[in-house]
């Protein structure tokens, strides 16, 4: 296969790198079609690493919880706390992980008849532990302290938490510093002292270290012989969290996380936790919840209540146990999402008019607004970055700063680059990974950081544009596109981060009988040689652009086509689709 040309989509194709021989031995051992065999190796699944990988099991994948520095610290501690009968608080993070990992925590403590007291920071009172939380704690008369998905450099609040007399407890798995907060334990996988024999293990969302941190409190209980006295919990049936929580926060889906996701989605799909299954059904999730449903069905509606409306919500709708509150808090999520997707809507047009109203002088997209909602700045740079394959950098003007959010393509590390800018005093706050950040800054340094940003990625970019390039998996003989493949590739799933559904290419097709359906989307049939058959095809959003553009106008030209194949299931029957992705002339 040679794509040397631009495809419709303005991507250059590239094949996967693969381990011939590798995939030789797959096909012989695994017994499964030579493109998914190709997949796997080039993914570095190794002959020996298959079986987890196709069937990740907690048994095989999850290490002794004690392999973490201070977690049997944190399990004594919690375990005396359920002996005990004590009244605990918890601290989470206003997005789905910290929705998940402190539902998780607190339906594991509420099996046993304790007091749990939450707090969920709204996004004005900023992330992670505060003064104010540990205020409504010591008004409770609390004393025992959990963090979730927060708390690792939170230095000030948790040091002056523990002066105080709070036994705190953090359990995060954000990146650490040397130094650690002066609290009881500090459970992370990435603390810089941690011994790195799972390396995995720093893969974890938080709600997955919290899953860890019950099942070591559950064996400090029965060690203990609580459990002859006291009924245990199945702490299996939380997975349906742990899946939601790992798949929302976009952390690679390898070692531990598949076996998460992949025993979560089973859970799920048995709809026992009142809170989800309200909110399937209020978004109309009808069919048994992949990874997909979670990213892009589910989670969006939780994340909706921290972006936009209320941050408790998810919390209350994942720990609800009656069908009737929980269809209340649904509703109540699903219109803060829409109200989320208008306010969207309307700052990322504001925003595409900045940027195409004016010539740029950096490789970048920079705007900003006095009136954009916090809540909805990272999505929009998310899309900024996909529409002008650039970094995007977007930002909401308040009364007293400036608050931001970043988005980065390859050759751009936006943690470094939100490091330099803290370090000659242009940013206030900041932090973030390669490929997205969070940051603050004064008002009146807005040109100095746009200048900053731009001299750093010119550098890093230099003068050539950049033009994406569009990985293939594989190709694949119209013939060949059927359901059989479609139902082994899904041998492959859960698909997210780290492991993305694989993008194949079906060459020489004809684009048959198109149309405008929905939203933008263009619906048509693929059709091979003469010999008859057709394959139903849709693009997503395409109605205003050249790929789209192309199917419409089509005139019996020959195209090659990228994109994902996938079973489809409609009024009880299963039929095969192609999702197109992208397109150039055959």
Not at 413 to 441: P, Q
């Amino acid at each position: 296969m040679d794509y040397a040309k631009k495809s419709l989509g303005g991507n250059f194709w590239a094949k996967t790198q693969a381990d011939e021989r590798l995939v030789e031995t797959l096909c012989q051992r695994l017994g499964l079609p030579y493109v998914i065999c190709r997949i796997l190796a080039s993914r570095g699944i190794t002959a020996d690493g298959a079986e987890n990988f196709l069937n990740p099991k907690l048994q095989n994948l999850m290490p002794n919880p004690s392999c973490l520095k201070d977690m049997d610290k944190a399990a004594k501690r919690l375990a005396a706390a359920v002996v005990a009968g004590e009244k605990i608080g918890i601290i989470g993070d206003y997005d789905v992980d910290g929705a998940t990992s402190s539902s998780v925590l607190r339906r594991f403590l509420e099996f046993f008849g304790l007091k749990v007291l939450v707090h969920i920071p709204d996004r004005d009172e900023g992330y992670g532990p505060s003064f104010q939380a540990f205020e409504e704690f010591a008004a409770q008369n609390i004393k025992l302290v959990v963090t979730t998905d927060c708390g690792t450099t939170a230095f000030e609040v948790l040091d002056s938490a523990a002066a105080d007399g709070f036994d705190v407890l953090v359990i995060d798995h954000h990146e650490a510093e040397v130094r650690l907060p002066k609290v009881m334990a500090v459970v992370n996988p990435k603390r810089l002292d941690e011994e790195n024999d799972y390396p995995y293990l720093k893969y974890l969302a938080a709600v997955g270290v919290v899953y860890l941190l019950i099942v070591a409190v559950n064996r400090e209980l029965r060690n203990n012989g609580f459990y002859e006295e006291h009924p245990a919990p199945d702490l299996l049936t939380l997975l349906d969290l742990v899946a939601l929580g790992t798949v929302c926060d976009v952390v690679p889906l390898l070692g531990l996380n598949r076996a998460y996701v992949k025993q979560g989605l089973k859970i799920m799909s048995k709809r026992q936790n009142e809170g989800i299954k309200a909110l399937a059904d209020v978004a109309g999730l009808n069919e048994a919840p992949t990874a997909f449903h979670l990213g892009y069905i589910l989670g969006p509606r939780i994340n909706a209540g921290g972006r936009v409306g209320d941050a408790s919500v998810g919390n209350r709708l994942l720990c609800a146990n009656d069908a009737e509150t929980a269809k209340a808090l649904a509703e109540e999520l699903n219109k803060f999402n829409i109200e989320r997707k208008d306010i969207e809507a309307y700052v990322l047009l504001q925003a595409i008019e900045q940027l195409e109203s004016a010539p740029q002088k950096y490789p970048m997209a920079f705007v900003f607004g006095t009136d954009w909602h916090q809540g909805v700045i990272g999505i929009v740079a998310g899309k900024l970055k996909e529409r002008y394959n650039l970094p995007a950098f977007v930002m909401s003007v308040e009364h007293d700063e400036v608050k931001g959010s970043a988005r980065s393509i390859s050759g751009v590390d936006l943690g470094a680059l939100i490091m330099a800018a803290k370090e000659k005093g242009i940013l206030t706050k900041g932090g973030g990974h390669v490929m997205a950040a969070g940051f603050s800054l004064c008002e009146e340094n807005m040109e100095a950081f746009r200048q900053f940003v731009g001299e750093y990625i010119s550098d890093k970019l230099g003068d050539e544009n950049v033009v994406p390039v569009m990985d293939i998996d594989g190709v694949v003989s119209f013939s060949g596109a059927n359901l059989d493949l479609a139902e082994k590739l899904q041998s492959i799933e859960p698909f997210g981060a780290g492991n993305p559904e694989p993008r194949i290419v079906i060459e020489n097709v004809k684009i048959v009988r198109p149309s405008i359906i929905g939203s933008g989307h263009v619906r048509c049939f693929l059709s091979g040689d003469n010999n008859g058959g057709s394959l139903k095809a849709i693009a997503f959003r395409a109605a205003d652009n050249a790929i789209g553009a192309a199917m419409l106008q089509t005139r019996g030209e020959r195209f090659n086509v990228a994109g994902q194949l996938r079973k489809d299931i409609w009024q009880g029957k299963t039929f095969v689709q192609f999702v197109i992705e992208d397109m150039m002339a055959a």
